[in-house]
C-alpha cells in the first residue's frame, strides 16, 4: 500500500492550489483520509479530513478556505486550497487510515507529503 501526493508548487500569496493523494496497493477499505502540514520547526498539524461517507473537519486556521474531497472509486482524496497565506506555507501529507487486505487490522497509512511554498 502506498500514497502518492502531487500537485504542491510554489503559489503567490491569495492564490490557489489543488492537492491529490491516490492511494494504491491491496487495499480492502479505506476509512477516514486526510491532510496534514507540517511548517519548518513546527509539528505536524491536522489541516482536514473526510470520512468515507463524505463527512469533514477543518483546521480553523483553513475553515472556509480549504475544501476536502475524495474519490472513493479511485481511492483518491483531494485538498482545493483558495486564498493562501503565507503561514499556510509547509508539507502537506496525506493520510488514510485504511485496512490492507494482507493485514488483520487497520492502520493510518502516510504518503512522503508534497511541498507548498507562498510567495508574496
Known amino acids: 500500500v502506498q500514497l502518492v501526493e502531487s500537485g504542491g508548487g510554489v503559489v503567490q500569496s491569495g492564490g490557489s492550489l489543488r492537492l491529490s493523494c491516490e492511494a494504491s496497493?491491496?487495499?480492502?477499505?479505506?476509512?477516514?483520509m486526510g491532510w496534514y502540514r507540517q511548517a519548518p520547526g513546527k509539528q505536524r498539524d491536522m489541516v482536514a479530513v473526510?470520512?468515507?461517507?463524505?463527512?469533514?473537519n477543518y483546521a480553523d486556521s483553513v475553515k472556509g478556505r480549504f475544501t476536502i474531497s475524495r474519490d472513493n472509486a479511485k481511492n483518491t482524496v483531494y485538498l482545493q486550497i483558495n486564498s493562501l497565506k503565507p503561514e499556510d506555507r509547509g508539507i502537506y501529507y496525506c493520510?488514510?487510515?485504511?485496512?490492507?487486505?494482507?493485514?488483520?487490522?487497520?492502520?493510518?497509512?502516510w504518503g512522503r507529503g508534497t511541498q507548498v511554498t507562498v510567495s508574496s
Open positions: 473526510i470520512t468515507n461517507g463524505g463527512s469533514t
Open positions: 496497493g491491496s487495499i480492502s477499505s479505506i476509512n477516514q
Open positions: 493520510n488514510a487510515n485504511l485496512k490492507a487486505k494482507d493485514v488483520y487490522t487497520r492502520r493510518d497509512y
